[in-house]
């Protein structure tokens, strides 16, 4: 592995120049953003203070902090691999944010990103009624994310979190035992629905697999890292999806909605299905390709 030149042996930093150190080294690098950070800045940031064990409600507050010289090696350390591997760094800090929770990820998961976080912390409003929401299914939940955000968006509703990959689900259980939601929220191995034959829901939510063959090749290599499983879904796209849009109406009280986030197959999805009465919410974070049905618009 190649030694980088702003990893050599230099006196302890304080908070704000390792963050600016970091900033640097991962622009310079050209590493791909978008794993839970937008920006250089953002990722340094969020390195820092994870090695540091500074809380980000600290903010600008911590910059003049000093660093001990073996906080900055680490730093260091988890630098160079994030540069010469690629890695995603929520894979080399083992955490990640999402909707406000934290959330233990690893590469049997894909990292939490999905603008369906915004939705869940509005409740999903106005399209659902917060106080009559008892039951959700989150249809490949992988850490558990979405699953665990909607319990703590619904404190009286049951949420059941489905995933076809085992070694997924454990990271999930794991998650909601650290969240102690694990009395509300279930951890089930199914293949879309078939693990939950004859249930009924007032929301079903998924962030499916929806990259097609072709972009599938495109994908930058931080990618790599993640399961394909969460990602590979036909040469369109949709085969996750068309599975869903198959199977929702059976599994979702009348008054339910259905929100699935599509990404960048919004297009092939408008050719497969034209005639649908789409809601695409506006994401006021970023983010877009989530549509939110209706119950009896399926």
Known sequence: MR??????????????????????????????????????????????????????????????????????????????????????????????????????????????????AELVMHRFAPWSQARRVRRVLDIGTGSGAIALACAKAFPRAHVDAADISTPALQVCRRNARRLGLQQRVSVLHSDYFSGVTGRRYDIIVSNPPYVGRAEMRTLPPEYRHEPKLGLASGRDGLDSVRAILAGARSHLVDEGILVVEVGNSEAALLRAYPHLPYIWPRIAMGGEGVFVLKARDL
Do not use: M, W
């Open 3 to 116: 030694r980088l030149s702003h990893t050599a042996a230099t006196p302890a930093d304080s908070v704000g120049q390792a963050i600016v150190r970091c900033a640097r080294a991962l622009s310079a690098a050209r590493v791909y953003f978008g794993h839970g950070t937008a920006d250089a800045r953002d990722e340094a940031a969020e390195l820092v203070f994870f090695v540091a064990g500074l809380p980000h409600s600290r903010g600008a507050s911590a910059y003049e902090q000093p660093l001990k010289p073996r906080t900055t090696a680490r730093i260091n350390q988890l630098l160079q691999r994030r540069i010469d591997e690629r890695v995603p760094l929520p894979y080399l800090t083992h955490r990640a944010f999402f909707a406000g929770l934290e959330l233990y990820v690893d590469e049997r998961v894909l990292v939490p990103r999905s603008p369906i």
